[in-house]
């Protein structure tokens, strides 16, 4: 069966230090894998797209890599900061139709 | 970044009533929309494949008769809940895809659908 499997439990790190969550799927080829940053109550923030072809992508603090053999994308957040406490969702776009993993919550303490 | 907007944000609905969300895609055409379900604390449910013009795709186990899906126009997507029931209450979440940029989809901000 295809999974997308995120890490259920939450991620607890000191201020500045680099947060890195985990995005495992099986029995899927996706083209494009993206990441999404979502609060309470609210929908889904668009932060990163990698495609299958590229190993890393960067934007500011973020960064993003992609191993295809190896079925897993990994996010990484640097110099975290409170506000960066979310959950983030890993999703994937297979044949047309993107699907979600269960997201990771981020805790930042100060 | 491209900016979805989904109305109502919250709804509060008598049980064997019906209910309709929207879902627009302010600046850019939207061939293809797609309407999720989530339960707190759980992951996105995909309900459902909205293409402009033609008929919705649902996933499996989703009733299309109680979730009506209408893509009339390319910039519009609407989902209406028929004879809701309590245990429809949910967040019910609408994207769409941007077809410039690498497919990257954007989320409207959700609605809180209460059924008493």
């Known amino acids: 069966s295809q999974k997308i499997e995120q890490n259920s439990e939450a991620l607890n790190i000191q201020e500045g230090k680099t947060a890195t969550l985990t995005c495992n799927y099986t029995?899927?080829?996706?083209?494009?894998l993206q990441w999404y940053r979502q609060d309470p109550g609210r929908g889904p923030v668009f932060l990163l797209l990698i495609r299958e072809n590229e190993k890393e992508k960067r934007k500011e603090r973020l960064k993003v890599t992609f191993d295809t053999t190896l079925k897993q994308s990994l996010f990484h957040i640097t110099a975290s900061q409170p506000a960066d406490s979310a959950t983030y969702l890993c999703?994937?776009?297979?044949?047309?139709?993107?699907?979600f993993g269960s997201g990771t919550k981020l805790n930042v303490k100060p | 970044g491209a900016v979805v907007s989904q109305h109502p944000s919250r709804v509060i609905c008598k049980s064997g009533t019906s209910v309709k969300i929207e879902c627009r895609s302010l600046?850019?055409?939207?061939?293809?929309m797609f309407w999720y379900r989530q339960f707190p604390k759980q992951s996105l449910m995909l309900m459902a494949t909205?293409?402009?013009?033609?008929?919705?795709?649902?996933e499996q186990g989703v009733e299309k008769d109680k979730f009506l899906i209408n893509h009339a126009s390319l910039t519009l997507s609407t989902l209406t809940v028929t004879s809701a029931h309590p245990e429809d209450s949910s967040f019910y979440i609408c994207?769409?895809?941007?077809?410039?940029?690498?497919?990257?989809?954007?989320f409207g901000e959700g609605s809180w659908l209460t059924v008493v």
């Open positions: 994207s769409a895809r941007e077809p410039t940029v690498g497919n990257t989809i954007y």
């Open positions: 999703a994937l776009l297979n044949f047309n139709k993107f699907y």
């Open positions: 600046d850019f055409q939207a061939t293809t």
């Open positions: 909205s293409n402009e013009g033609s008929k919705a795709t649902y």
């Open positions: 029995n899927y080829s996706p083209a494009y």
